[in-house]
Structures are given as structure tokens and as C-alpha cells.
């Protein structure tokens, strides 16, 4: 009987555990990270203002996301400019020409 009472506990608290485990796997993005920012530039403007007006009142974290995402917009992913291979290649520099003396 007692053993039975103990194992219906343990199986309730395991299935509370599950339960907030994968609640927790399951989070929205936050509205203040960089990538909801990226896509978000009103939020983003919003943000920006606040951080320019009070930085201590909106903390560092907040304001490193805004510039973050900031820059990203601007740069972009990151990824190299390759020219594509159809481009001819330049051309060997001439050589300088020298006038006569007169």
C-alpha cells in the first residue's frame, strides 16, 4: 500500500517534470531578440529610440540586441562578396609610358 502511494507520487512529479520540461523547449522568440528585430524594424525603431533616450533605463541587453540587429540589416548575413566567374579578369596593368625629352 505504501509502496503503491510513493510510485503514484514519483509518476505525478515525473509528469509534472515532462510537462514544464517541454513547455520550456517550446518558447516563443522573444520580441527583443536580434533575429525577431531583424525582421521586425518597426520594433526595432522603437527599441532604438528607447536605447538613445535612456540606455540604463532599457539595460545592456536589450540595447546590444537593437544594435545588433541593427548592423545585421545594414551588412547583411555575413556572407562574402564572390564575383561570379563570367566576369573577365582584369587586365594585366599597362606599362607606364614615358614622353620624349625635348
Same mark, same amino acid.
Given at each position: 500500500?505504501?509502496?503503491s502511494?510513493? *510510485?503514484?507520487? *514519483?509518476?505525478?512529479c *515525473?509528469?509534472?517534470?515532462?510537462?514544464?520540461?517541454?513547455?520550456?523547449?517550446?518558447?516563443?522568440?522573444?520580441q527583443?531578440?536580434?533575429e525577431?528585430?531583424?525582421?521586425? =524594424?518597426?520594433?526595432?525603431?522603437v527599441l532604438?529610440?528607447?536605447?538613445?533616450?535612456?540606455?540604463?533605463?532599457?539595460?545592456?541587453?536589450?540595447?546590444?540586441?537593437?544594435?545588433?540587429a541593427?548592423?545585421?540589416?545594414?551588412?547583411?548575413?555575413?556572407?562574402?562578396?564572390? =564575383?561570379?566567374?563570367?566576369? =573577365?579578369?582584369?587586365?594585366?596593368?599597362?606599362?607606364?609610358?614615358?614622353k620624349?625629352a =625635348?
Amino acid at each position: 500500500m505504501v509502496q503503491s502511494l510513493r *510510485l503514484r507520487r *514519483l509518476t505525478g512529479c *515525473l509528469v509534472v517534470y515532462l510537462a514544464g520540461v517541454v513547455a520550456c523547449g517550446e518558447r516563443a522568440p522573444s520580441q527583443d531578440s536580434v533575429e525577431f528585430l531583424v525582421e521586425h =524594424p518597426e520594433r526595432l525603431q522603437v527599441l532604438r529610440a528607447q536605447c538613445k533616450a535612456d540606455h540604463a533605463k532599457v539595460g545592456d541587453a536589450v540595447c546590444n540586441a537593437v544594435s545588433e540587429a541593427i548592423r545585421r540589416r545594414f551588412m547583411g548575413t555575413g556572407t562574402p562578396y564572390t =564575383p561570379s566567374s563570367s566576369e =573577365p579578369s582584369p587586365s594585366s596593368p599597362r606599362s607606364p609610358q614615358t614622353k620624349a625629352a =625635348p
